[in-house]
């Protein structure tokens, strides 16, 4: 038995190059644990904002949790696995929580629909493909200027949390000036 356990220990070591990168079996485990532990919500948040947080306005449109969640999983694990294998990186692939609240909030709920924003996502997906194939994203990334990458991501957070603040009724859309304050009683 021990032999055995040693065999797999020594073809995981082998397969990945541990030693090559300073690393073991342990540490590579904790850090897979760690790892999960720490993307963990977006098994439960991704489901959320495709079922648009159950807005009953919104329910004819609304992507059912259950397939969601499960869809949400597989996706990962199977892309994180696939990613280990083929690039050796030890990096975790899921759903981006800022890509999920512009295709639910800016393109599904406009056009009444998910499946006009899924077809946009299946084409930026062979864009994508094509521009890590012909190594033109890299260049492309090379040419944003730094505080433009910075400037994008607090957007998306910007808007993520306008998002957050909407449905827990802290604001509330306005016609005059875009947004105002929720109904401060039902807090």
């Known amino acids: 038995m021990y032999n055995s356990s040693y065999q797999e220990v020594y073809m995981f070591e082998k397969f990945f190059k541990l030693s090559e990168h300073n690393s073991s079996v342990r540490t590579e485990v904790i850090a897979g644990v760690t790892t999960f532990i720490t993307m963990a919500y ?3 948040v991704n489901p959320q904002f495709l079922n648009l947080f159950g807005d009953p306005n919104l329910s004819e449109i609304a992507l ?15 892309m994180t696995i ?7 990186y030890p990096l975790a692939l899921a759903s981006g929580m800022g890509l999920n609240a512009i295709v639910a909030y ?4 406009p056009m009444g629909s998910f499946k006009p924003a899924l077809g946009v ?4 997906g062979i864009i994508i493909s094509i521009l890590v194939i012909t190594r033109l994203r890299e260049s492309i990334m090379n040419a944003i200027p730094l505080p433009l990458k910075h400037a994008i991501g607090v957007g998306i957070g910007f808007f993520i949390a ?3 603040l909407e449905q827990g009724g802290i604001i509330k859309s306005d016609p005059d000036t ?8 039902t807090f």
């Open 106 to 109: 800016q393109l599904a709920v």
């Open 82 to 88: 696939l990613m280990g294998i083929f690039t050796n």
């Open 64 to 78: 059912p949790i259950t397939a969601t969640a499960t869809a949400t999983c597989l996706t990962a694990g199977i």
């Open 42 to 44: 977006i098994i439960f």
């Open 178 to 185: 875009i947004i105002t304050l929720g109904d401060i009683n």
């Open 121 to 124: 996502i299946v084409i930026e």
């Open 162 to 164: 306008l998002i957050g």
